[in-house]
């Protein structure tokens, strides 16, 4: 989608714009964008709370697993065997590597298995038909695993699900769920065009973004408040090209700030989305995915 956009942006005529009404359109922009994050709901959550960047349901490894497995998965096959724990499980403490915690409620294992068997929005075919097998669920014990968050990589409880002729053991994070925050959803018709950053020195970033092949970039821009640093890469359409490649390029440009970084959250002004430091998660891409009823 966002090569899509690049391209056509790409290919298009538009007549020339002075450099100042580029400025003066960031500078809107950026206002807008820090004013709506402070506003946010999701705010609270992304910066002190716990808010999942991936499934809840942690697969095994493919290519250790029988080939029936993900067929029987998508039809949701599952036959429990077993019996679950019956003692509610305590608090658990999530850490990070900054020295932050937050004490999490934890599901009951049967509260899990039911995220994890929950019935598909479509089915193939009728089990056991055509290589599909039930999913026998043979053991429930307790776990942890890493996850990546808004906050960095943490480890969280885990209940564990082992299937008859599995070699490993299928995963489902054990934190409720309402204990969650959900991930930041861009603002109304922006794309993120800046999609990482990293930390060169205290007041100095390097941006990676995303631009149409026939660009050019004339710099990059920033807009700082005490809560936020939103981040513009001044990228425009070469007037002279008639005719682009639909071709998306990813290019880094260093940024400075007026003061060091700190605990602000960078925000892309194009999307309105926070940044994740040196990382490949694009929370534009996540519009319409919440981990949380994954």
Partial sequence: MVLLMLATACGSARAPVAADEFADGFADRAGEVAGHWQRS??????????VPLRNLTLQPSWERVPRWVGRSMINSAWKLETEFPAEAPAPATLRWADGGTLSVPVLTAAAAYAGLSKPRSFVDEECPAGGCRPLRVIAVTRGEATMPSSRGEVRVPTWEFTVKGVPEPFRRVAVDPAAMGGPPRPLAG???EVSTYEVRAPAELQLTYLHGACDTTHGSRVHETPEAVVVDVDVREDGDVRACPAV??????GVTLREPLGRRVVLDSSSGVPLLPRSDIRLFEYQNYDPRRS
């Fill in 41 to 50: 709901a999701e705010r609270e959550p992304w910066i002190a709370g716990f």
């Fill in 190 to 192: 922006g794309f993120q």
């Fill in 248 to 253: 998306g390029k990813t290019d880094r440009i």
